[in-house]
C-alpha cells in the first residue's frame, strides 16, 4: 500500500490543528494544542511577533500572548533543547529527567556553579539581566552569538536540571532552582515521543519522525519495534492504525481543507525542509541569516497556507512606533489570492493590536 502526497497532506493538516478554520479560543484549548503538537519551538527574534506566538495564532480562533507567561508562571510548561529550544508541557518533564541526570553526572561543579545556586536559594529567582551583576561578572560588551562564563554556567545548571527557567513579559530568562523528579527509561521515552511524532504529523518517513523531536533515526527505528499499533507501508511511510482509518474517513475524502493563515518559519508543520519538499514543492528556509543578496523569499518570510496548499510566501515587518505592517517582499507561486491574503493581514494587525495600515 501507498499513500498519495494529497492524501498525507491532508491528514498531516488534520493532525496539526490546520485543516478547518480554527475555533478555539481559550487558554485551556491553548495548552490542548501544545500537548497535540508535542512541544513549540521558541525564537527570541521578534520581527512581526515571537515565532511561539504565531503556531498558536495559525491554529486559533484567539490567542493571547499572556497566557504563556501564565503557564510559565504557573509551572505549567518547561523548556528543554529539544528541536532547538521549544516548550513543552510539565507533565512531560519526567521523560526527560533521565537526560538531565546524565547532564548532571558530567558537570564539574566549580565556585561559579555553587555561587549561582545559593544566590538562587537565597533570594528566589534571579532576572537574566542582572546575573553579570550579581556575582560580579565581565561588563565587556558580547556579540549576539556570545554567552559569558555567567550565563554559560546557567546554561549548564539549567542542562543539569538543577535550574529552570520562566520569562517575562519581554520574553527575558528568569532563573530559580529545580528540584529534580521522578524519571523514567531512555528506551521508554524514545518509544512515548515516537509515538508523538507520528501522531503529530500523521503519516510520515523515519527521517520525518525521528527529525520531529529531535531523535537519532537508529533510536526511532527501535523504538517503532515497541509500537504495535504503527503500520510501515510500501514506500516506507509510517502510520498508526487509527490514522490509517482516519485518513479513509469522510472528513478527509469528502471534505477539502479550508483554514487559511500564514505560518512562522518554524511551525511544526513546515520546519524540517525535506518534508516541506515532499508535500508541498516548496524548499523553504529561514533567511534571517543570509546576506540580503542571498536571500530568495525575504527577512522574516511567512508561508502563505491557503485550503492545504502553500500558494506563497510574504515577508512581513511590524512597525510598532508607527503602528503599522509592511510587506516587504510578496511571492505568489500560484495565480494571486490578494483577497484572501488581504483578510489574514487584517487578522493578524488585530491580533498585533497595529492600525489597520499596511505599507508594501
Known amino acids: 500500500m501507498k499513500l498519495e502526497r ?6 498531516n493538516l488534520w493532525k496539526q490543528g490546520l485543516y478547518h478554520m480554527p475555533t478555539a479560543n481559550t487558554k485551556d484549548e491553548a495548552m490542548a494544542i501544545l500537548r497535540r503538537l508535542g512541544l513549540v519551538q521558541l525564537d527570541t527574534m521578534s520581527v512581526v511577533t515571537r515565532s511561539q506566538h504565531l ?7 484567539e490567542f493571547r500572548e499572556e497566557w504563556l507567561l501564565e503557564w510559565y508562571e504557573q509551572g505549567e510548561i518547561f523548556e528543554l533543547y529539544l528541536h532547538a529550544l521549544s516548550i513543552l508541557p510539565e507533565e512531560e518533564r519526567t521523560y526527560f529527567q533521565s537526560w538531565m541526570d546524565a547532564s548532571r553526572g558530567k558537570l564539574d561543579m566549580t565556585e561559579l556553579h555553587h555561587v549561582l545556586l545559593q544566590t538562587l536559594q537565597e533570594r528566589g529567582t534571579v532576572h537574566g539581566k542582572h546575573v553579570n551583576d550579581l556575582v560580579g561578572g565581565t561588563t565587556a560588551k558580547l556579540a549576539t552569538w556570545e554567552m559569558s562564563p555567567v550565563r554559560r554556567a546557567f546554561d549548564q545548571l539549567w542542562r543539569a536540571g538543577h535550574v529552570a527557567i520562566t520569562r517575562n513579559e519581554k520574553f527575558q530568562k528568569v532563573y530559580q532552582l529545580q528540584h529534580p523528579v521522578k524519571s523514567v527509561s531512555a528506551d521508554e521515552t524514545h518509544i512515548r515521543y515516537t509515538r508523538l511524532a507520528l501522531q503529530a504529523m500523521g503519516a510520515a518517513t523515519l527521517k520525518d519522525i525521528a527529525d520531529y523531536f529531535r531523535f537519532k533515526p537508529n533510536v526511532v527505528q527501535k523504538a517503532l519495534q515497541h509500537l504495535p499499533d504503527v503500520r510501515e507501508l510500501d514506500d516506507g511511510t509510517y502510520i498508526l492504525e487509527e490514522d490509517l482509518e482516519l485518513l479513509h474517513s469522510q472528513a478527509l475524502t469528502e471534505e477539502p481543507p479550508t ?3 500564514l505560518l512562522s518559519p518554524f511551525d511544526n508543520l513546515i520546519w524540517y525542509r ?3 519538499k515532499a508535500l508541498f514543492d516548496l524548499d523553504f528556509r529561514l533567511e534571517s541569516y543570509f546576506p540580503e543578496d542571498k536571500r530568495q523569499f525575504g527577512y522574516f518570510a511567512l508561508p502563505i497556507l491557503m485550503q492545504g496548499r502553500i500558494v506563497g510566501t510574504i515577508d512581513l515587518k511590524a512597525e510598532r512606533k508607527s503602528k503599522t505592517l509592511q510587506i516587504q517582499r510578496l ?3 500560484e495565480d494571486p489570492r490578494q483577497s484572501e491574503l488581504d483578510e489574514l493581514l487584517d487578522r493578524l494587525h488585530k491580533y498585533l493590536f497595529l492600525d489597520a495600515k499596511i505599507r508594501t
Open 55 to 61: 503556531v498558536f495564532w495559525s491554529r486559533m480562533q
Open 274 to 276: 525535506p518534508r516541506v
Open 331 to 333: 511571492i505568489w507561486r
Open 259 to 261: 483554514h487559511a493563515t
Open 6 to 11: 494529497e492524501a498525507i497532506i491532508r491528514l
